[in-house]
């Protein structure tokens, strides 16, 4: 049993799929953080370029 853990240990095969989902989490935080910060700058600018584009038609 023990022989099987350490084996386990050593096993190094899904390690860079590991890495992989840590970027994509960190990638989705900032994401996440920097919509929430640029949030309500975004929602103004969407809004004053509705309404031009409602007065000119």
């Known amino acids: 049993m023990l022989a099987f853990w350490r ?3 050593r096993d190094e ?3 860079g799929m590991a890495e992989y989902g840590l970027i994509l989490a960190l990638i ?3 994401v996440i953080g920097a919509l929430t910060v640029l949030g309500k700058a975004l929602y103004d600018k969407f809004n004053e370029v509705g309404k031009t584009v ?3 038609q």
């Open 7 to 9: 084996e386990l240990w």
């Open 13 to 15: 095969e899904g390690q």
């Open 28 to 30: 989705a935080i900032v």
């Open 54 to 56: 409602q007065g000119t």
